[in-house]
């Protein structure tokens, strides 16, 4: 399990962290439209990198922002992940549309995604809180590094690669699903929640 901080309540969504957060949300569809605005190179761009270097370091800092406070206010916890998944989920649906990636591998790391977004909702309905493993940074982490090469202009004639690397991302964001629910699981028979 990680070293997570508490989670607290924080009036309203106005937290430096946040609003790293919410800018990256925001700042999202331009990797996107860059994308798309290059489908005669396969959505490769040093744009499109520069970008996304750019939302993967919005997302580095608004982790040190919020560990810097100590707390993690219940809206940052929400909105992280859901701006990991927009940035993550927008950029793969764009690759398949300019003909980078395959739907099968994306419609797989996508079902896991919406997968434990639903679990997580289910637990905090009956007040369990299922802290990340460490898995769970990998995953993003090595989703990231399959989009960049995805991007990279360099490797645009090298689909073997870009393949590779996609398919260790679906690998590794499945097994980290399985980790999540299985420590659901346990912690909801743990309490005797069903």
Known sequence: MTDAAPVVPVAGLVTPANAVTIARILLSPLLFIVILENEATLGTSWAAVALGALLALSDILDGKLARRSSTVSRSGAFLDPLADKIV???????????????????????????????????????????????????????????????????????????????????????????????????ATSLNGSR
């Open 88 to 186: 993550v989920l927008g950029t793969m649906v764009c690759l398949v549309a300019v003909d980078r990636y395959y739907w099968i591998p994306v419609a797989l790391i996508a079902a896991r995604e919406i997968g434990i977004s639903l679990w997580r909702v289910r637990f905090a309905r009956i007040g369990l809180s299922v802290p990340a493993r460490r898995s769970a940074k990998w995953k993003t982490m090595i989703q990231g590094v399959a989009l960049c090469i995805a991007v990279v202009p360099l490797l645009e004639n090298q689909q073997g690669v870009v393949d590779i690397a996609l398919w260790v991302a679906v690998a590794v964001t499945l097994f980290s699903g399985w980790q999540y629910l299985r420590d659901g699981v346990s």
